[in-house]
C-alpha cells in the first residue's frame, strides 16, 4: 500500500542530532521478520497555530489542533484506546490489563500549549496521555506551571521524567548526569506524591553510562526517538516512538498507528 508520502520527512534538528548520536538500529519493526510488534507509542510536541516567526526547527516540533482534532477523533472511530505510558509499561512488566488495540500518546517537554490544545481536547473525550516534563522549565514562559501539571495529573493524565534542564546526556560528565536523571525524578515524586517511574531521553540521545544512571536512578523504563512500534521483547530502557509529523495526512497518520511499513519505514536517520 502507498501512502502520499512525496517527501521525506523534515525532522527537528533536536531529532537529527539524536538520530546521528546514535546506533543504526532504525529499521522499522514491522518490517523485521519474527518481531511481534504490539503497541505504537507516538510522539509529540507542539499542538499549535504556526507564528510566521516559525523556523524549520519549531515547525517540526508542531502539530497543528485542527489536525490533532482530527487524529484523536480518528483513534476513537477506529477502535483505538488511549492508555498511560505507565499502562503499557505495567503490562509488559506485569501482564496488567489493557484495553483492544492500545495506543500511547506522548508529549515531551511540558510546553503550555498542552494543557489547552491537548489536555483539554483529551479530557472532552476521555482520553489519556502521557507527559514528560522538565522540573527544571515549569513556571518559565512558553512552559506549564505546576499547577497546571497538577491539575493534567489529578484528571488522569500520566506525569513523567524528562531530565532537569534537557541537556544532551551524551556530552555531561557521568555526576552530572547523575544530576539531571536522578532529580528530575525526586522533584516530580516530591510535588506528584508517587514514583516516577519512565525516563525519556532528551534529544533521544543516551549511551551506556546515561541508561546506567536511567536504571540506577530507579526508572523502569526509558523512551528514545527511534523510530517504531514497541515489540514484547524490546529492552525497557530503549523503547521506540512514532513520529507524528505536521505533514501526515489523516492516511498517514493512519498508517502509523498500523506499523505499515511503507509509512513506519520513514526513519529519521
Ligand atoms: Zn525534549
Known amino acids: 500500500m502507498v501512502f502520499p508520502l512525496n517527501r521525506r520527512w523534515v525532522l527537528p534538528a533536536t531529532v537529527m542530532l539524536s538520530a546521528a548520536l546514535l546506533p543504526a538500529r532504525g529499521q522499522a519493526r514491522a518490517t523485521r521478520p519474527g518481531v ?12 499549535k497555530l504556526l507564528k510566521p516567526t516559525d523556523n524549520a526547527i519549531e515547525r517540526g516540533l508542531t502539530v497543528l489542533p485542527a489536525q490533532f482534532d482530527a487524529q484523536l477523533d480518528h483513534l476513537r472511530t477506529h477502535g483505538y484506546s488511549t492508555v498511560t505510558a505507565i499502562a503499557l509499561i505495567a503490562h509488559l512488566l506485569k501482564s496488567t490489563k489493557l484495553p483492544p488495540n492500545p495506543v500511547v500518546l506522548t508529549f515531551d517537554d511540558g510546553y503550555t500549549d ?11 473525550r476521555h482520553m489519556v496521555a502521557t507527559f514528560f516534563i522538565v522540573p527544571g522549565f ?17 484528571h488522569g493524565m500520566d506525569i513523567e521524567a524528562h531530565s532537569m534542564s534537557h541537556p544532551d546526556l551524551t556530552t555531561l560528565r557521568p555526576e552530572a548526569v547523575w544530576q539531571e536523571v536522578t532529580r528530575s525524578r525526586q522533584v516530580l515524586m516530591a510535588r506528584l506524591h508517587h514514583p516516577i517511574d519512565i525516563f525519556a531521553y532528551p534529544y533521544g540521545a543516551y549511551n551506556t553510562a546515561v541508561l546506567r544512571a536511567v536504571s540506577r536512578a530507579g526508572f523502569q523504563a526509558a523512551l528514545t526517538t527511534h523510530q517504531g512500534w514497541v515489540a514484547r521483547s524490546d529492552q525497557l530502557l530503549t ?11 489523516l492516511a498517514v497518520f493512519a498508517g502509523r498507528l498500523r506499523a505499515v511499513p511503507a509509512v513506519l519505514a520513514q526513519d529519521p536517520t
Open 239 to 249: 523503547l521506540p516512538r512514532v513520529y507524528i509529523d505536521i505533514d501526515d495526512t
Open 114 to 124: 498542552v494543557y489547552v490544545d491537548v489536555y483539554q481536547q483529551l479530557r472532552r
Open 138 to 154: 515549569l513556571n518559565t514562559p512558553r512552559y506549564l506551571t505546576w499547577s497546571q501539571v497538577t491539575d493534567m495529573e489529578h
Open 36 to 47: 511481534s510488534i504490539f503497541a505504537p507509542v507516538l510522539i509529540y510536541h507542539h499542538v
